[in-house]
């Protein structure tokens, strides 16, 4: 599902964010990627998204190489990959029902398939009757929820989820972490980058370990 | 098709509920577009009716031949005779100097309250030449020139002459049109889109979050073209409105002189009117278009 080939990147102000990441991911794997802060974590998952370009080296994901991907394949790439962010990312001014069907109000759908896709995801989460509701009038764990149901929405081959657990307390992240291996049991690619020991060990799954912009481990 | 028209009305929702949300920026763009829109339709109003005027002037060209004072009915008769000679001649009319003043006072209603003598009137006998089209201006000038020296002719008098120059002056006038909605259209494109940009910075989040989901370009521009084209469409409603208001006004309370008669003789056509809304409508849609720039350029954390 991603491969780096001898994958570098360099910001500018000269730092290595990445060093010589040569590593596979294979579909339908659940996969934890740790390291402390500064590993290069969010970097990888940026890549792998493709908001960010190699300085050297090639990214595959979902069989593209995203070097290759124009603007316009972009936004057509970017919906099989679900990406989700420990800041949630919501729109505070629409309704849960709005915030997770924003993309495919956008695509031309109906309001009765897009109901009918907003329930059954809200369902997987356990937000089912809260679709009306505005995202401040949620708790933290369940503006975390919606943000997966939205995730979940178009149906993704892979899920990317940058510290998705780092605002909640210990209890809800691991009501989340569930939801996620809930996730990949029906066959997507999840690849969760978190600095939370407790997590890793609590539940299974290829644990990918970065330091410093270096893979440590590639957990195969 | 359906997700077309779907995609259609969300982006009409959108669009409308993004001035509702900004109504105070929005009214000011609707009042910018609308004021280059209202020059733009003055100057083809204007113009529209200055050429329709030209137009009915052209279908019954006439030159008019003043007879000298004291003429005899015989020497009417024979001046009549030369007039039907020339080739360039369609009809001859001859106007009594009766006939001639109430021609005058209907054009010019004040002339009334100039006291004349008892049964003494000032104008002269004419003859109305109605002329052939197409003509010749040398031929008719050779005929002026030869209309002199006949002793019963004191001056003949040309409309083509008034038509020329007003034809002149309306074509300045339709250019000076275009010119300044040329100006303010360009500083009305500029105020929509600073104004769409205003609005879109201030839903960067949103429109990352649409970026990072998978939305296309055209996805994410299409509310704020749609709020665009609104402004531009609501502006063209405006200015004629505007438009229509004047021309009532016109006609109807400040149209005293036979200028401003002909100037407020008739409303923008249709087509002209389709025109603005259709140049409202393109000028709004092309604000919003412009203003979010390169949609990849709003990505997460492009704007701090």
Known sequence: MIRFYHVTKIYKSKNYALQDITITIHPREFCFLTGPSGAGKSTFLKLALGEETPSSGQVLVAGRNLQTITHSEFPYFRRKIATVFQDFRLILSRTVFENITMLLALQGYSQSEMRKRAFDVLRLVGLQSRMEAFPEELSRGEQQRVAIARALISKPHLLLADEPTGNLDPELAHEIMRIFQEINATGTTVVVATHDKSLITAFSGRVIVLAKGKLIDSGE | ?304
């Open chain 2, 1 to 304: 098709m359906m997700n077309y028209f779907r995609l259609f009305l969300y982006f009409l929702k959108e669009g409308a509920i993004g001035i509702i949300r900004h109504k105070t920026l929005h009214l000011f763009a609707i009042f910018i577009v609308s004021l280059s829109l209202f020059v733009l339709g003055f100057s083809r109003y204007v113009t529209f009716n200055i050429n329709s005027v030209l137009e009915l002037w052209e279908k019954s060209l006439e030159a008019r031949v003043i007879l000298k004072e004291g003429i005899t009915p015989k020497d009417i008769e024979k001046t009549i005779n030369f007039l039907k000679k020339q080739d360039f001649v369609e009809e001859t009319k001859l106007i009594t100097p009766d006939e001639a003043l109430q021609l005058l006072e209907k054009i010019s209603p004040s002339i009334k309250s100039v006291p004349f003598r008892e049964n003494e009137n000032p104008l002269p006998y004419s003859i109305a030449v109605k002329i052939k089209k197409p003509f010749s201006q040398e031929r008719i000038k050779s005929f002026v020139e030869e209309a002199k020296m006949r002793g019963e002719i004191d001056e003949v008098v040309l409309d083509w002459q008034w038509l020329e120059k007003l034809k002149t002056y309306s074509k300045f006038l339709a250019f000076l049109g275009w010119l300044l909605f040329v100006a303010l259209g360009i500083s009305s494109l500029f105020t929509v889109t600073a104004i769409t940009r205003i609005i879109a910075l201030s839903r960067k989040e949103e429109i990352a979050i649409l970026y990072s989901l998978g939305a296309t370009s055209s996805a994410i521009r299409g509310p704020f073209v749609t709020s665009g084209t609104i402004v531009g469409f609501l502006s063209s409603v405006i200015s004629i409105v505007f438009l229509l208001f004047v021309h009532i006004m016109l006609k109807h309370f400040i149209a005293d002189t036979v200028i401003l008669n002909i100037l407020s003789k008739n409303f923008l056509s249709l087509s002209d009117q389709m025109i603005l809304l259709l140049v409202g409508s393109a000028m709004g849609g092309a604000g919003g278009f412009l203003s979010l720039g390169s949609i990849h350029d709003w990505k997460y954390g492009h704007f701090k």
